[in-house]
């Protein structure tokens, strides 16, 4: 009698858990489609002649032999003052890289190829590396893109490779939402809040397990199959995460992650979502505080399968219903 009074804990227990356990998002995994990333996804300078540097990735390519691009960036704000080759293809003289950086319009055209023309690469790794210089410092905070433009990537057959991009967001000060751009419009959220642009989003504890969801938008109808970037600072202003995921026949990309259970976590969490609508970038952050313990009566989530939030059951109501179930087990396994 006893041995079945303690299965049946464990089968409250497990139940309960399943009920307290963070829903699980659909997947929008990359799989194996070839995309450019400029990274780190955003940047943000606090001081006149700062140097940063980003680089441009390629993610998930099969047999390259050569690219170009052009990056594009604001050049009354920044500088560019170095330009250097990746790790991806072998150093010269096995491959041969050449760079136009035009201060003067604010464009930086890179093209490399393998020495040998039938040879390639394949994987994922840095193709180059961009150095910057702050040049002027504005009287507010100001977001500027450095976009990725003119994108060609070729197979040692001189085939183009279909590909994606996201390009980067560069801050002063502070990072800022994107106001709507004819149309162009990236929300991004969590199931706790955060909807609307700029919108601030609710507490979160110790390990924890956050989703980021993003809704991408074009003159009011979803975009599907588009490439989102997602970068997490912590409060220290340390990238935590950078990630990417594909929108679904709704509009929604989701990814999600779990804050470190190290008292260096506590404080507001800042995250950017970063999309390229009709060659255009828009972006959106939403914040959260990471504190000590959960509000007492506070309430779970669950995601649908849009990417929204509904209110799941409230964790006291679950404590009170195990705790029943626990004493009423308990007085049986006595009587027995």
Known sequence: MVGRSISAVGLILAFTLMLLLPAVPESNALESSPYLIVNPTMYVAHAKGELFNVTIDVINIDNLSSYQFTVVYNNSLLKAEQVSPGSFFPPAPLSHMNYDNNTSLGSIGITCSLSNPTDSVSGSGTLASITFRVIFVPDSCLGSPLELRQTLLLDSAHVSIVHDLVGALYFWKSAAPDPPIEGRLLDVYTPKGGMGQG?????????EEVQLISEVTYNGFPVQGKLVAFQVQNPSEQISILRTAITNQDGFATVSFRIPNVLDSLGTWIAISVVEIAEKVAWDIVTFEVVTTKPVGGFSTALKRSGRADVAVPYSL???????????VKRKAKTS
Do not use: E, H
């Open 199 to 207: 919108q601030p989003d609710g507490n979160y504890t110790l390990g």
């Open 318 to 328: 679950m404590v009170i219903m195990l705790t029943f179930a626990l004493v009423k």
